[in-house]
């Protein structure tokens, strides 16, 4: 059962955010920005996608003040679909949007309070963590690649490096897309393969009944490697939401064939 709720903020922005997770977060929806384009109406939360810079620094403004956090807090490097997760602190505030920067990196991990964490997707999966009594927080953006390369464990082993229990971290897999979307061609199993083995990525790149090509679930990849890590089902917290089935309420890669803006996804102490 997800424990997900749609929320329309006081300002007009529409996210989502999961019960199970105490801290400031949210997953942000394409509504309630100042984007004009029509590809990018009306959040998108990404340079370089057609956008003038201050339009997307006014839309992370607005949805910053929508969750409830610091726009100028936030940390969201670009992303390359890999497994690195960093430790944050406040040195970072603001790279990625205020503070041009050439660092990479797809994660993060912080115990810090004086800043937000925030990852970039329109069909990859965004997986937002807390673990409440140790006080941490962590995100990742697992495209295929860094799903299959493991970068939800990465950041769950960050984490207990921390000082985390697997037992105490809450984890919640925001909109994406699903495999009923998630059509690939039948090399993918063979690339899927060389990230985690053959076995696994026969587990997650199958053929529905009656299909001929191959889909794969991501998602489900995700919440195997969460169980082999030592989170407890119940502290994992999965959107319905598939972003190509939704395209008015999500950008999608997929579903605007890369014609489209850009979602974020952040957390905070």
Not at 27 to 39: L, Q, T, Y
Not at 129 to 142: E, I, M, Q, R, S
Request: charged residues 20%.
């Amino acid at each position: 059962m997800s424990h997900f709720k749609r929320i329309t903020a006081d300002n007009g922005v529409v996210y989502f955010r999961s019960e199970l997770i105490t801290c400031p977060h949210g997953f942000a929806s394409r509504i309630g920005g100042v984007s004009e384009k029509p590809h990018t109406s009306s959040l998108n939360l990404a340079f370089g996608r057609g956008d003038d810079d201050s339009i997307v620094l006014e839309n992370l403004r607005l949805f910053s003040d929508a969750v409830g956090v610091d726009a100028e807090s936030v940390v969201s490097l670009h992303q390359i679909h890999s497994s690195s997760v960093l430790y944050a602190d406040e040195s970072m505030r603001g790279e990625g949007y205020f503070i041009k920067t050439e660092r990479e990196c797809d994660g993060y991990v912080t115990d810090q309070t004086g800043i937000t964490l925030g990852v970039k997707t329109a069909d990859c999966v965004p997986i937002l963590f807390h673990d409440p009594t140790a006080k941490l927080v962590g995100a990742v953006h697992a495209g295929w690649r860094g799903s299959f390369a493991g970068i939800a464990g990465v950041c769950v082993d960050k984490l207990i490096s921390l000082g985390a229990k697997p037992e105490n971290i809450r984890a919640a897999i925001g909109p994406a897309i699903h495999y009923c979307c998630y059509e690939v061609g039948d090399d993918f199993i063979e690339a899927a393969a060389a990230f985690a083995g053959r076995e696994a990525a026969e587990r997650f790149v199958t053929k529905p009944s009656g299909s001929k090509r191959y889909h794969a679930d991501i998602i489900g990849m995700n919440e195997y490697i969460l169980h082999g890590r030592g989170l407890v089902p119940e502290n994992i917290d999965v959107c319905d939401y598939c972003t190509n089935d939704h395209p008015e309420l999500f950008y999608s890669h997929r579903y605007s064939h890369g014609v489209r803006g850009t979602m974020l996804s952040v957390i905070a102490l």
